[in-house]
């Protein structure tokens, strides 16, 4: 992209914000903004997200009313964050609405780029080492938490939804250097295996993301897990 990630501040992201057209316009896009780099922050690509201290209203009006961001609006963040690691996500949320816990649960069995179009059959949420969501447990001074693949918000989320070429060609351009990635990272690539565990607290089963390097090949289904870090980690 334009700006590297590590040279954003609250300084420049004000003034970038301060040109928008509206309270609202800020508002939204900050939002946005916030979901973007916190997943950055997740990476261990930021320290902090510098987004959570923008102030989005300088007009004097608040609107809590939602609006989808205007075609100028997208394209400003297609065309800023292009060859960045976040240009496929965006790509992705932008093109077709989708969540993001939606979005980081794409797997690769999901894209089908004959026929253009995107399955959407699962989310991925982080729970603790109890398989619990929203909580944390502490152990030797450290926060402990596993992924695992959820269930969609309501049965009519589950869909396949059609994509553009503009899409297609993202994620297959995405695709393709994740691959090289994987060759060039060899046997200490972060792989994601699936194992289906059952909850001790709902007696119900769940499917758990293992994580282990290239080389130790566990003898469970490999997650293809769309959006990852260059080294694979999720």
């Given at each position: 992209?334009?700006?590297?990630?590590?040279?954003?501040?609250?300084?420049?992201?004000?003034?970038?914000?301060?040109?928008?057209?509206?309270?609202?316009?800020?508002?939204?896009?900050?939002?946005?903004?916030?979901?973007?780099?916190?997943?950055?922050?997740?990476?261990?690509?930021l320290?902090?997200?510098?987004?959570?201290?923008?102030?989005?209203?300088v007009d004097g009006k608040t609107k809590s009313e939602k609006r989808i961001l205007s075609r100028e609006e997208m394209d400003i963040l297609l065309e800023n964050s292009k060859g960045g690691m976040m240009y496929p996500i965006f790509v992705v949320g932008l093109g077709t609405g989708m969540r993001l816990g939606e979005m980081l649960g794409l797997t690769w069995d999901c894209v089908d780029f004959e026929k253009k179009t995107?399955?959407?059959?699962?989310?991925?949420?982080?729970?603790n080492q109890y398989g619990l969501p929203k909580r944390k447990n502490i152990t030797k001074g450290h926060s402990v938490g596993v992924w695992y693949y959820g269930d969609c918000k309501n049965p009519q989320s589950r869909r396949t939804i059609s994509i553009?070429?503009?899409?297609?060609?993202a994620l297959k351009d995405y695709k393709k250097e994740q691959e090289e990635n994987r060759k060039f990272y060899g046997d200490s690539y972060?792989?994601?295996?699936?194992?289906?565990v059952i909850n001790e607290i709902t007696k119900r089963e769940q499917t758990k993301l293992i994580e282990a390097n290239a080389e130790l090949e566990l003898p469970l289904p490999e997650a293809q897990l769309v959006f990852v870090k260059d080294n694979g980690q999720f």
């Open positions: 992209g334009w700006r590297k990630l590590t040279s954003l501040n609250l300084v420049v992201l004000q003034n970038a914000f301060n040109e928008l057209g509206s309270d609202k316009s800020r508002s939204d896009c900050k939002a946005l903004l916030i979901d973007i780099l916190n997943r950055a922050v997740e990476a261990d690509l320290i902090k997200n510098p987004a959570l201290g923008i102030n989005p209203i995107l399955t959407i059959n699962k989310n991925i949420i982080k729970k553009g070429d503009t899409l297609v060609n972060l792989c994601y295996y699936e194992k289906k």
